[in-house]
């Protein structure tokens, strides 16, 4: 899934390590996010908007919207 | 076993010590039976324990691989989850196909305990490619 993950951790000058222990997961799964070879769940993807305070919409593209 | 080296989470931990734990016994009792450590043993009912000590440390070598999945993020888990699924199949299917050439194309026999390595090796050999849990 299309995301703006990268660019919000290095906005905040993270590691991907740092940014894997503010969400709670290892630093393979921020990888794995970021490169878009796994989509979070729904509880993952909350997590996310909470860490970076923003809306779900604004940190990942909706596939099923045009 | 698993490409532990990549990770360094306390869940890939224990997992290492987990099996380090059983595949040391499976070695050495392995070993022992085959430098005659065992040959003295008559009755069934030895041979069967025997047999179960034997396949205690493949069992708990699964679970140390079950709980690695339990006790990792949703990342790790549906990764590995995928790679043990291929190669669980694979594997059966190359059982399944030496077994079928036993029966019908008088294939030289297999024991059926290798399904155990077979599976790691096969488990080894797709896990490079099964990197996306998508």
Partial sequence: MKNRLKLLRVERGWTQEQMGQAL??????????????????????????????????????????? | MLAIGKFHTSAHKRYVIRTMAFMIPYVLVNTGA???????????????????????????????????????????????????????????????????????AHAPHLPGWLIYPLFWGVFGVVSPFIRSTR
């Avoid at chain 1, 970021?34 to 729904?42: A, C, G, M, W």
């Fill in chain 1, 24 to 66: 709670g997961v290892s630093r393979q799964a921020v990888n794995a996010l970021e490169t878009e070879k796994h989509d979070p769940s729904l509880d993952l993807a909350y997590r996310i908007a909470a860490v970076f305070e923003r809306p779900i919409e604004e940190i990942f593209e909706n596939p099923h919207v045009r």
């Fill in chain 2, 34 to 104: 085959i430098f005659g450590a065992f040959d003295d043993i008559r009755t069934p009912v030895a041979a069967w324990a025997l047999a179960l000590v034997v396949s205690a440390p493949v069992v708990g070598q699964i679970w140390a691989t079950l709980a690695l999945m339990a006790e990792s993020d949703e990342f790790v888990r549906a990764l590995v989850a995928r790679q043990f699924i291929v190669a669980s199949g694979v594997a059966m299917a190359l059982f399944s196909v030496w077994g079928f050439g036993e029966s019908y």
